[in-house]
């Protein structure tokens, strides 16, 4: 798999029946390796490992109702009272981020009210703080780490 502009963290990896598989670390089991799952797992560590967020409080690949419609986000972070930090969206390597992907996200924020939004292809993060009073959101350098 391609590297990523990420910091480099152990995986693990299992081969079987021609398929490489990567242990989900959120989910506890091995999933197929796709490119846009080597991003969410990469973005899954660098959320535990660099920005200290618990796992305890993240969601993986779970159903939501966009409009009536079923859509499945990729990264959810909670917080402690269960309200929404961060939904992250994530995009294989070769896939550009447009404004399509930043639409993407909002229509799944519509239903899920959060106050930090990720998207990443692995190469390129893009990271925006909600505010909803003015129904806007600000692009920031890197979200925060966890705070208690």
């Known amino acids: 798999m391609q ?3 990420f910091p ?3 995986f693990r990896l299992k081969s079987s029946e021609n398929k490489v598989s990567i242990f989900g670390r959120i989910r506890k089991k091995f999933f197929i390796l ?8 990469h973005t899954i ?11 305890s409080l ?3 690949e779970k159903l939501i109702k966009v409009n009536d419609l079923n859509k499945r986000y990729d990264i959810i972070i909670f917080n402690p009272d269960g309200s929404i930090k961060l939904i992250v ?12 992907t930043f639409d ?3 229509r799944y924020n519509l239903s899920l009210d959060a106050e930090y939004l990720m998207i990443t292809n692995g190469m390129q993060h893009y990271y925006c703080q909600m505010s909803y009073t003015l129904q806007q959101y600000t692009f920031l350098r890197d979200i925060p780490r966890y705070q208690k």
């Open 3 to 5: 590297k990523l502009n």
């Open 89 to 100: 969206e994530c995009k294989s390597a070769d896939v550009k981020i447009t404004q399509d």
């Open 104 to 106: 993407q996200i909002a």
């Open 45 to 55: 560590h660098y959320l535990i490992e660099t920005k200290k967020y618990p796992e």
């Open 58 to 60: 993240i969601n993986v």
């Open 8 to 10: 480099a963290y152990k």
């Open 34 to 41: 796709t490119p846009e799952e080597w991003v969410r797992q």
